[in-house]
C-alpha cells in the first residue's frame, strides 16, 4: 500500500469516527436525557472532545486532519502537495458521510434522513468563523510550538470547548457539516443551511491562514549536521 493510499484511508476512517462520535453520541444525548438541551449537549462535547484525542494519538503518525479546512492550510504552508491535498480531502468527506450511515443504522434509524436542523443567522455563521480561527491556530500553533505530541489534547480540549463558547457549536469542518446534512438527529443541520456554515468555515481558514503566518512565519528548523572530522594530517603522512 502506498504512503498516500495509507494516508488516505487514514483520513477517512478518523473522519467516520469523528462523525460517529458527533452524531451517536447526540442520539444517545436525546434518548438518555430527552428534557435537557443542555445537558445533552454536555454529553456530546464530551463524547466529541474525548473521541478526538483518541483518534489523533492513534493516527497521527499517518494522517489526522479530519478536515478539508487543516488540509487546505496545509496546502497552503506547502506542507502538501496538490494532488495530496485533493486525495486527502475527498476521503474526508468520504469517511463523514459513511460515519453518519453508521451512527444512524447503529441506533436503528434510516441509514440516511435529510436533517429539518435549521441553523442560520449571522452570528450562527461568526461562529463558525470564530470556532475555525481558533482550531487552526490551536493546531498550528501547538505543531510550530515544538510539541506535536500535545496536538490532540490540545485539539480535543478546544473542540470540546468551543461546543460552549460558539453560538454556533462549532462545526469547523466541512467534511462533518456536509455528513451532518443526512442525519435528523441532533447533531443534524439543514441541508439548506450547510452552505453558509462551509462557507463561514473557509473564511476563517483563510483569517486562520494569515494569522499562523503572522505569529510563525517559518517552521523552527532542525539542527544541521555536523561536519565531518578532518583526516588527521599526521597519521596520513
Given amino acids: 500500500m502506498s ?4 494516508r488516505a484511508v ?28 443542555g445537558l445533552q449537549l454536555l454529553q456530546n462535547s464530551i463524547a466529541t472532545g474525548a473521541a478526538l484525542v483518541a483518534l489523533i ?12 479546512v487543516v488540509t487546505l492550510v496545509e496546502r497552503a504552508l506547502g506542507i502538501l502537495d496538490t494532488s495530496t491535498a485533493l486525495v486527502l480531502i475527498a476521503a474526508q468527506f468520504a469517511g463523514g458521510l ?17 436533517s429539518t436542523h435549521e441553523r442560520a443567522g449571522g452570528g450562527l455563521w461568526l ?16 505543531i510550530r510550538s515544538g510539541r506535536p505530541d500535545r496536538v490532540a489534547f490540545a485539539v480535543g480540549g ?29 447533531a443534524g443541520i439543514a441541508p439548506a443551511s450547510a452552505p ?11 483569517v486562520g491562514f494569515f494569522l499562523i503566518r503572522a ?21 596520513l603522512s
Avoid at 494519538?57 to 478539508?68: E, R
Avoid at 457549536?169 to 455528513?179: D, I, M, R
Fill in 98 to 114: 459513511a460515519g453518519t450511515v453508521l451512527a444512524n443504522l447503529m441506533f436503528g434509524l434510516d441509514a440516511v434522513t435529510l
Fill in 10 to 37: 487514514a483520513e477517512f476512517a478518523g473522519t467516520a469516527f469523528l462523525v460517529m462520535a458527533v452524531v451517536g453520541s447526540g442520539v444517545m444525548a436525546s434518548r438518555l436525557s430527552p428534557n435537557d438541551v
Fill in 158 to 186: 478546544y473542540i470540546a470547548a468551543a461546543y460552549w463558547f460558539t453560538s454556533s457549536t462549532s462545526f469547523a469542518n466541512p467534511a462533518v457539516t456536509v455528513a451532518r446534512t443526512v442525519t435528523d438527529t441532533f
Fill in 196 to 206: 453558509a456554515f462551509i462557507l463561514a468555515q473557509l473564511l476563517g481558514g483563510a
Fill in 3 to 6: 504512503v498516500l493510499t495509507r
Fill in 127 to 142: 461562529g463558525e468563523v470564530i470556532a475555525t480561527i481558533g482550531l487552526l491556530l490551536v493546531i498550528f500553533g501547538t
Fill in 57 to 68: 494519538l492513534a493516527l497521527q503518525p499517518v494522517s489526522a486532519s479530519f478536515n478539508p
Fill in 215 to 235: 505569529l510563525y512565519p517559518s517552521v523552527p528548523a532542525l539542527p544541521a549536521p555536523l561536519p565531518a572530522p578532518a583526516p588527521d594530517r599526521k597519521v
